[in-house]
């Protein structure tokens, strides 16, 4: 049964039995798609923020069998060896599950999984710390914002935020973050132009940033979340930028009701199970992300 405190009550049950299922157990993207870790990890995420677990218990054990011996989770579990970003969504289930073998390998591939690093440039052409080693969306890439983010979050589910990734993580998400408040997907600026912040990204930033908040660059972030919260349509940029305000001890009048309804009227979230799940999490009584 979902928490009493949730504010959708039954209706959680009913929309959590909507989920577009995958054939062997999971959680699609979508109707008839096929069941993906990361989709079926941020349902079940949502079903034990209402206090209903259980609903989704043959997921967590679909999410679980996708495992690999080195502690990687892919995507999908027809390509065991694409889409290892996923392992982070999947550790933080495994976490809130009390699954700690399962955390412990997942960890392990995390910590081994490093993004490109470069010796920065002396002319100034890349402005950013190309020697800060976060998480790329591809093993031998890139570092980008929300693989980094979501490393850093598993690490703290796991219980070891302060692993010596998780800083070099943070370090990472502190240097890209956009100058006047907020974060891109990777970078800061291109060709001498500073780039637009995104919500879903920013808000994802601060998430994992949870230990830094007395940084200006967190408090720009919050800024340009609380600043542009009202024009937000979107039910999964709406969550996220919820859940990371409400992280930053921000205020959110109405917004929780605004998102109640975007998630009620279907029309806005037709088969999209991961705006769903963000809306249920960000509904949720139960925290979910630190801090």
Known sequence: MPDSESPLGRDVMAILDALPLGEDGGIAYHPGGPSSVEAT??????????????????????????????????????F??????ATAQATVLFAKAGWQGHVARG????????????????????????????WPWRQGSFGWVEPTAWAILAFEA???????????????????????????????????????????????????????????KIAKGLDFLERNLGDIASPYSLALSLLALEAGNRSVPGAKE??????????????????VSWALLALGPRKVFPP
């Open 41 to 78: 990890a941020l349902a079940w995420l949502a079903a034990f923020s209402h206090g209903c677990p259980e609903r989704l218990a043959r997921g967590l054990a679909w999410v679980a069998a996708c495992q690999k011996a080195d502690g990687g989770t892919p995507l999908y579990s027809d």
């Open 80 to 85: 065991p060896e694409e889409g290892g970003w």
């Open 107 to 134: 960890l392990a591939f995390l910590a081994d999984r490093r993004s490109l690093t470069f010796p920065v440039s002396d002319n100034g052409e890349v402005p950013i710390d190309t020697t800060i080693p976060g």
């Open 158 to 216: 796991g219980g070891r935020g302060d692993h010596p990734r998780a800083e070099e993580g943070r370090r990472l998400l502190l240097d890209r973050s956009i100058d006047t408040g907020g974060w891109n997907y990777g970078n800061r600026e291109a060709f001498d132009q500073e780039l637009v912040p995104f919500w879903d990204t920013t808000a994802l930033a601060i998430l994992a940033l949870g230990k830094s908040f007395r940084d200006d």
């Open 258 to 275: 605004r998102l109640r309804g975007l998630l009620m009227d279907g029309h806005q979230v037709p088969g999209n199970s991961v705006a």
